[in-house]
């Protein structure tokens, strides 16, 4: 019951989120066009379209960028505060460190990360 009100705010927001999508959907404007239908990327035109399937490969490599990107972003709060921590922080960011390095090297072991996947 005390999570009621983050469960509201979660309505509330989804609901915001749908009218929001509907209205730009109803009242956007609609002038199809070529030029807006053929893919981008990096602002130049694409030579070729993709063809088949993505390999599971890339897929395995972006969310093992994910994970170990959010894991990064802790670092840095630790970093502010690492004079108020004092040696308990640091035994502990350097048990946190080391336990990413495990899963990285963990990861290159088992050729997550070879280029031919």
Known sequence: MEYIGILILAFFAALLVGVFIYLTSVLGPKRPNPAKDTPFECGKTPYELPKGRTTVHFYLIAMLFIIFDVEIA???PWAVLLQK????????ISIFVALILLGY?????????????
């Open 74 to 76: 802790f670092l840095f």
């Open 85 to 92: 921590l004092g040696v308990g922080g640091f035994i502990s």
């Open 105 to 117: 090297f963990y990861a290159l072991k088992r050729g997550a990360l070879d280029p031919e996947g």
